[in-house]
Nanobody, 117 residues
């Protein structure tokens, strides 16, 4: 079965960095684009970053451009989100998602990121 397991969240001070990982299994990882989303308390889930199957193209939410970097290692079936210069408004639960595996979208369980002094 398809599984996505996020890790790497935690508490960090403003200006700090974190690297999130999403380990995938149950499908041919290298064939699918991957996305990172986040959801802050009381807000809708939003798309933060996306990466194509081979990693040749990426997209970002405007508010994270220049600070976050999405990447993937197809040999390790893992997608990453490097987050630098973190701000309190980046506080949220971060989720990875794969779209259209046998016509079904799958989410991970999420990892909490808290940016606070």
């Amino acid at each position: 079965q398809v599984q996505l397991v996020e890790s790497g969240g935690g508490l960090v001070q403003p200006g700090g960095s974190l690297r999130l990982s999403c380990a995938a299994s149950g499908f041919t990882f290298s064939r699918y684009a991957m996305r990172w989303y986040r959801q802050a308390p009381g807000k809708e889930r939003e798309l933060v970053a996306g990466i194509t199957s081979a990693g040749g193209s990426t997209t970002y939410l405007d508010s994270v451009k220049g600070r976050f970097t999405i990447s993937r290692d197809n040999a390790k079936n893992t997608v990453y989100l490097q987050m630098n210069s973190l701000k309190p408004e980046d506080t949220a639960v971060y989720y990875c998602k794969v779209i259209g595996v046998r016509m079904v979208d799958y989410w991970g369980q999420g990892t909490q990121v808290t940016v606070s002094s």
